[in-house]
Each structure stands twice: as C-alpha cells, then as structure tokens.
C-alpha cells in the first residue's frame, strides 16, 4: 500500500456454516425434527471442487433457523474422513450453541432424533441461579451445546 492509497474498508454478512455428515437423512431429522431447521434448498454436485479428492459428488442441503445457516454436504463421492472434535479445546470449530428454556427435556428430546448426550457435560446442575449446559453429539459426533442463561445474568 502506498502513502497516497487509503486503506480498504470491507464489510461482510454472515453466510453459512458448513458441516459434512456422513448419513444425510439422520442429520435431517436430528437437525430439523430435533432442533428446528428448516431446509430451504438443496442440490445435488457432481464436479470436482477445491481441497476433495476426484472423483466428487455431493449433495448440499441448506437449513435455517433464526437466520442461522448450515450447509449439510454429504458426499457420495469420495466419501467422508476423520472425525470430528470431542474436547472444547480441539483446535478448530468445537461446537454449535442453542439456547433452551429447558436444557435437559431438550437434551432427552434430541437423544429421541438421533443425537447422544456427552457425558459428564452438565455444568450448573447444583445452582439454578447459574448459568445451566450441556453437550449433545449430532449423529455423526458433532457438540451440540443446550444452554438457559438465567435472567439478570451478563449474556
């Protein structure tokens, strides 16, 4: 940059974020039966896109809820690697966050969609003045946190 440029202001708008599954039709049903999306498009891929091995082919699903955007990818081809992180302190994306007036009836309703309670993840148990959570994996082992904030406390 030079003396006489001014600097570059950009603006961004949240888009989506991307969570590759490995059965589409039990994400569907934990992320939109269990925790409300909605899905409001879907396409199928079938062409080779950056960082996946050829041959590619996907279908992208894309859920809202409360302006919130996920892409669901599952891939036919090559398939899905690895596994997604089980500690908060695993770099990268660790967890998606919901709020729930009921954290635990919302925890047991999520197990019914295919989900599973992490164990030893229920913070805030012996104190309702304190913030309460508490750890869903998605079908494929993905944290879900449940979270009730009480009233008055800093959020």
Same mark, same amino acid.
């Given at each position: 940059m030079?003396?006489?440029t001014? %600097? @570059?202001?950009?603006t !961004?708008?949240t888009?989506?974020v991307? /969570?590759? #599954?490995?059965? /589409?039709a039990?994400s569907?049903?934990?992320y939109?039966?269990g925790?409300? $999306?909605?899905k409001?498009m879907? !396409? &199928? =891929?079938? *062409?080779?896109i950056? *960082?996946?091995?050829a041959p590619?082919? =996907?279908t +992208?699903? $894309? /859920?809202?809820?409360?302006g919130?955007?996920i892409e669901l990818l +599952? !891939?036919?081809q090559p398939?899905?690697i690895?596994?997604?992180?089980?500690?908060r302190?695993? =770099?990268?994306?660790?967890?998606?966050?919901?709020? @729930?007036d &009921?954290?635990d009836? @919302?925890?047991?309703a999520?197990?019914e !969609?295919g989900?599973?309670?992490v164990?030893?993840t229920?913070?805030?148990?012996?104190?309702?003045t304190a913030?309460?959570f508490v $750890? #869903? @994996?998605?079908p494929?082992?993905?944290?879900?946190?449940l979270m009730y904030?009480? %009233?008055?406390?800093p959020?």
């Amino acid at each position: 940059m030079t003396a006489n440029t001014e %600097a @570059a202001v950009h603006t !961004y708008r949240t888009s989506h974020v991307g /969570l590759c #599954v490995s059965d /589409l039709a039990k994400s569907l049903r934990f992320y939109c039966d269990g925790l409300g $999306f909605t899905k409001i498009m879907e !396409y &199928d =891929l079938d *062409e080779q896109i950056p *960082e996946v091995d050829a041959p590619c082919s =996907l279908t +992208s699903t $894309f /859920l809202e809820k409360d302006g919130l955007r996920i892409e669901l990818l +599952s !891939y036919r081809q090559p398939g899905v690697i690895g596994t997604p992180p089980t500690r908060r302190n695993h =770099l990268g994306m660790t967890h998606l966050s919901f709020f @729930a007036d &009921d954290i635990d009836a @919302a925890a047991d309703a999520l197990c019914e !969609y295919g989900g599973t309670l992490v164990p030893e993840t229920r913070a805030g148990l012996g104190d309702p003045t304190a913030p309460q959570f508490v $750890f #869903v @994996a998605d079908p494929d082992g993905n944290r879900v946190e449940l979270m009730y904030i009480p %009233a008055g406390t800093p959020w």
